[in-house]
């Protein structure tokens, strides 16, 4: 294994600092105050892609980039410390058309995108004229299980007819997003892992109705994550993505990557959150001594740095795992950050609002927010039990020597049923 940064990411590092040193960071300002006066998209966005796009930033996430097709070509292991740069302003990755639920779409059709899918749906989404939605979660049913979504797609001629509601749809109200891929039931009968498939649904297309946009911790999201109901939605049997039956496996497909995309921001989110706490405790006094004098800060500072550090190391284990191995074969390590990076973020983030005292609740620095986004991804993408789960039959199924074990028991006759 070797971890270690390559020429090309070493310089792409230093040109993406160079660009939110000049471009994002001061604008953090100037977004808050659109998005809470009701401008969004902010004024300023496409200004951004424009420039990223011309410095060669662009759709950095996906690595089966064609010479056709808009971006920089990296591996999982070279995107990591990129995403972990953007994972610092929670709007940046859009700037790069980085952005999730978007990437995992981009990945899914440039899989699996017939020709005229990709005329239609992909250039103009690698392109980031156009934004969409990922429809998989529904309100119902236990969705973390795929196999349980009873959204209904039926053939009737050369139609699909859709009838479900779905929740948390990310994207849903932003005003740029234009389809959604849908999953749902094709052939309940069928068996477990064949019942569903993928259709592609414009947004506008009658019978799509969103009824609200969802708050995630009393916040609401300007992109939304939206309640839909799809009631007689009717698409044309051509915006099948892939074969019927073929859903669950496309939703493993896209998965993989897009949790470990979520993971690699959630780093950056954690060393800013690391670099405020120092900051704060060298600033600040109380009973006459500096924060980082009193006993506990010195603690918190200390474990954040070891934290953060361990979840780096996994999250870039698994992303050598992806690119060597596939995305099927790094299953379980995929599993073992998408559980360890939130709760970590969620740590440090705690420690550095209460560094800040009251001021670390409120809106004068970004660590709610940064708390908000790294406790609700211990449910997307899957929840932790789920990973945990996944993780422990893993390691059941695993080879083990019965000679060797039983040495440990010295002179005592056991059997692995004992």
């Not at 004024?43 to 930033?57: R, V």
Request: glycine letters at 6%; aromatic letters at 8%; hydrophobic letters at 40%.
């Amino acid at each position: 294994m070797e971890f270690a940064y390559s020429e090309k990411t070493r310089k792409l590092v230093v040109q993406l600092e160079n660009f939110m040193d000049k471009y994002i960071y001061p604008r953090i300002e100037q977004w808050d105050k659109e998005v809470n006066s009701g401008v969004y998209p902010v004024s300023f966005m496409d200004d951004l892609k424009q420039l990223a796009k011309d410095e060669g930033l662009w759709n950095l996430f996906l690595p089966g980039l064609q010479p056709d097709e808009p971006g920089t070509r990296l591996t999982n292991l070279e995107y990591a410390p990129l995403a972990e740069i953007m994972g610092k302003v929670s709007w940046a990755s859009e700037v790069f058309n980085c952005n999730a639920p978007d990437t995992g779409n981009m990945e899914l059709l440039h899989m699996f995108a017939t020709e005229q899918q990709r005329e239609r749906w992909l250039n103009p989404l690698m392109d980031g004229k156009i934004r969409s939605g990922f429809a998989m979660t529904e309100p119902d049913v236990s969705s973390s299980d795929a196999t349980n979504i009873q959204t209904l797609i039926r053939r009737e001629g050369d139609e699909y007819v859709i009838n479900g509601r779905k929740w948390f749809i990310t994207n849903a109200a932003h005003p740029d997003c234009e389809f959604f891929i849908v999953m749902g039931l094709t052939d309940p009968d069928a068996e477990t892992h064949k019942r569903q498939s993928m259709v592609i649904v414009p947004k506008d297309n009658p019978g799509v109705d969103i009824i609200r946009n969802v708050p995630i911790f009393n916040h609401h999201s300007p992109e939304g994550h939206c309640e839909i109901v799809f009631k007689d939605v009717r698409v044309p049997a051509q915006n099948l993505l892939g074969e019927e039956g073929q859903g669950f496996a496309l939703a493993q497909a896209r998965l993989g990557p897009g949790r470990i995309h979520h993971c690699m921001r959630s780093i950056g989110s954690a060393e800013l959150a690391l670099d405020l706490m120092v900051m704060r405790a060298q600033e600040r006094k109380t009973f006459g001594k500096y924060l980082y004098e009193h006993g506990a800060l010195e603690e918190w500072i200390s474990l954040s740095r070891i934290e953060i550090d361990q979840a780096r190391l996994l999250v870039l284990n698994a992303a050598w795992m992806i690119d060597k191995l596939g995305a099927k074969e790094a299953r379980k390590e995929i599993s073992m950050i998408k559980v360890a990076t939130p709760r970590m973020l969620t740590s440090v983030v705690d420690r550095a609002m209460q560094t800040f005292g009251a001021m670390g609740a409120s809106p004068d620095t970004p660590l709610p927010d940064m708390w908000t986004n790294g406790r609700t991804l211990r449910y997307i993408d899957g929840p932790d039990e789920v990973h945990l789960r996944s993780i422990s039959r893993q390691e059941r199924r695993a080879e083990r020597s019965v000679n060797d074990l039983q040495r440990f028991f010295y002179n005592r006759k056991v059997t692995l049923s004992e």
